[in-house]
């Protein structure tokens, strides 16, 4: 069995984090079991060649394979709820009073799609029922992807189904069988998913009204913490949101951005 040695390691680590910002440098199982099949996969016989093939590949067709292994894409529907009841009962009034001609929103670090779609089910939802409401568009984006992928999909097992109100179970979601659902082209349509990596400031153009960017700077360093916050609070609209996940605070001494409450932050007017 091929073993990861502590410079090969180290090396790993250093690529990753220099990348994308992720910090893996208490992960060494994980790294040698999540990439030991692709060294198998494309026949080679050790990380440091591995290491080398990546670098060496311009298509950066195995970087992408490599993070697509080793990212942590746990999500869920509705997860940290509170947030979904604070942009329906306040952030979106706000957006429909002002009488903008659209709404920008962004999921960041959206994973498997089912953050994006929560989102999407509570601008439709409210749309239907103020009607000044702005057309919404939802970019959702990842490095990962497998994730993206499945996000585009919007195909989920069936025990997901349950975690959403009954009401939208059957006004969002399609089941194709006893084992998985899926969800509305209703919803697909209004949402954009884009492979784009956090790190790299070339790959953010847009300015957004909101951003969701939940439970995706846990995973890094100070210093890539540090510049990320900077592009994300650079991609906001003066008085749009950022919302981070609810381990996440943002230091002061990083943002500019107001604290609103619970990990949720506004850009001043
Ligand atoms: C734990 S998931 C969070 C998903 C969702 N936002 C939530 O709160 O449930 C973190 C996601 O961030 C993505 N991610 C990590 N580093 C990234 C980077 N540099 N650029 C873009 N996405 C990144 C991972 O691929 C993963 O899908």
Known sequence: MIRLGKMEFLDIVDYIRGRYGINLEKKKVLIECRLRSELDRYGIASFKDY???VRADESGQMAGEMINRLTTNYT???REFKHFD???ETILPAATA?????????CAGCASG???YTL???FQDYREENSAMPAAHITATDISEGALEHARQGIYPMKELGTLPPKWQEKYCTV?????FEIKKLLKKDIQFKNQNLMEPEGIRKRYDLILCRNVMIYFDADSKKAMISRLENSLKPGGYLIVGLAEVLPREFTTLEFI?????????
Request: glycine share 2%; proline share 3%.
């Open 51 to 53: 290491m080398k093939a």
């Open 76 to 78: 869920y529907f509705m």
């Open 86 to 88: 604070f942009i329906r």
């Open 98 to 106: 002002k009488n903008k001609a659209d709404y920008q929103a962004w």
């Open 114 to 116: 089912e953050e994006c």
């Open 120 to 122: 999407a089910m509570i």
């Open 176 to 180: 194709r069988d006893e084992k998985s």
């Open 261 to 269: 409450g619970a990990a949720i932050y506004r850009k001043p007017e």
